[in-house]
């Protein structure tokens, strides 16, 4: 607890939970006090609902470090897959307990004046107003002074639904954000010709996006951890590295639209509402410049575009607004690769070790004569699974995470050797995001930040690549769609990228955003607000404002405006 909380914040941080638990407790003996049947059940809603929120908030901390924070909401489609069975213990042994706490006051006789709880009540109100008037936002990773269980939970579900219903946009004010970022190549300096010997002409693509991995767990990168990514660590050992490069965002869909677009978003890929970006993409109401990504700009040079995933739900339509030609989830692949002759119904997702062999198959068997795009994004590296092949003692979930994921892609990389499309593919290997940094990832190397920005890794393979290392200088992943199109050959086009390859220099690549969290990275390091130096403090500052600008466009537009 002491790397990160003094004692009297530890002391602030207790009594303000307690008098949450306070304020509960009188709300339910008020409520008892009510004569009308149906009133006091009414009245008694509050405080219960109340508390189940409160336990949920505890489990979370347990789990993850800190209270829920609104990039959880956004995320729910994918931390849906996860048995939080514990929570759910939980709930249910405080309703027993909410109901058994009833029952027993409301047959004992009151022993005090009815006035009495209500002045307790009002003294308690004043005292956790006070306590919480300054409140954080929550961050989901350590609980902040002034944080409390269910205000902290209200806070940052209003910030979630204030993402996706910000202040509308004109058409004439959309037209001229797009146009101070609309570029019309994308990029200036490519990779040197002597870094890219032996790639052919016009190859296959294939990027393994890799769920919440931070480099920090591989060898290569410097792992305290000596032999938990054996296999990829080996095809390191022939590929380009590129080191101190950091995710520019989290969570899942914004890290896997963010890199595919080279930009930010505002709102997420489906909510209630429907305005969610793949319910309503913008592009197709201002089409003068469209947000372009990187398998809309290959179809044009003749590529075909396939996008593998262990799921099926929200995530496949957020993902098919990408503009790949095929999405291929769980329900297909699992039908077509891995079921077999058994019945029955399909699992939640498949095992990676599924989904990697069912992608390699699916692509052995697509014609010659065109190249394809394809993006695969697994599941098992999900913060809070644990993995089956255990790593040393097997007590940390994350180390035992990527020692198992580690022997899934081997087992790939192993079969993509052997197979025809060795001969003329691109293979990159990166991450969705980095890990999230909770309390097991803390405990497995003490040096990660307790914010969600990190080193990511970024392998770039191809049959008779030299190994070189490319010091990236603190860049982020906004820089992964210019430099890949570039390593292709492809130069001119409309986009909206904010990043660059890494043999240039760009504005906005060195500021990642987490929700309303921005972070500065550079060669030293990664920095949060407070301890940005003072010689970035002006690039910061201008950084964040071109970003809010940015993700403007994924506002709902306004086409009444005049």
Known sequence: MSRYYSSAELLYITISFMLELVLIDLSIRLALGIRNRLLRVVALLLPAAAGSIYVVQLYASWISGGLIPPIAFANREVTGLIAFNGVYAMLGAYFVA????????????????????????????????????DQPLARGIVVARGEAPISSFLRAFSTYAGMNDRAQLS????IEARAAF????????GFPAEYTKGLVEHPNVIVVFTEGMSARWMETYGSIHPGITPNLDRLAGGSLVVSNYYNHTAATFRGLRGQLTSGHQEIDGVNAEGTGIDQR???????????????????????RSMFFLSQQGHINTMIEMLGFDRTLGRDYLYDHYVRGDAA??????????????????????????????????????????????????????????????????????????????????????????????????????????????????????????????????????????????????VRKGHNLFLGCTFFEECNLDRVSNIGAEYILTDSAGSYSESLVPDAQKSYYEQAKQTIERYKSMDLVIDTQAD
């Open 98 to 133: 909410f109901i058994a706490y009833a029952i027993v006051h409301r047959v004992a006789p009151p022993r005090c004046s009815p006035r009495t709880p209500v002045i307790w009540l009002g003294l308690a109100a004043l005292a956790y107003a006070g306590m919480i008037h």
């Open 281 to 303: 993409d913008i592009s197709g109401d201002i089409t003068a410049v469209s947000r372009i990504s990187i398998p809309e700009i290959l179809r044009a040079r003749g590529y």
């Open 171 to 174: 058409a004439a004010e959309l």
């Open 344 to 489: 029955g119904a399909r699992p939640p997702y498949l095992t990676d070790q599924e989904l990697f062999d069912s992608m390699l198959s699916e692509l052995e068997a697509q014609p010659r004569g065109k190249p394809f795009f394809a993006a695969v994004y697994n599941f098992q590296t999900h913060a809070f699974l644990d993995g089956e092949e255990k790593y040393g003692e097997g007590d940390n979930i994350v180390l035992n995470q990527f020692h198992t994921y580690d022997r899934d892609i081997g087992r790939f990389i192993e079969r993509f050797m052997a197979s025809r499309l060795h001969e003329n593919t691109l293979l990159v290997f990166t991450a969705d995001h980095s890990t999230f940094p909770g309390p097991n990832a803390a405990k497995a190397d003490s040096r990660m930040k307790d914010y969600f920005v990190d080193n990511i890794p970024l392998l770039i393979y191809w049959k008779g690549a030299e190994h070189r290392v490319i010091d990236a200088g603190g860049k982020n992943s906004l820089d992964l769609a210019p430099s890949l199109l570039s390593l292709l050959g």
């Open 182 to 189: 609309s570029r019309g190549k994308m990029y200036q300096q």
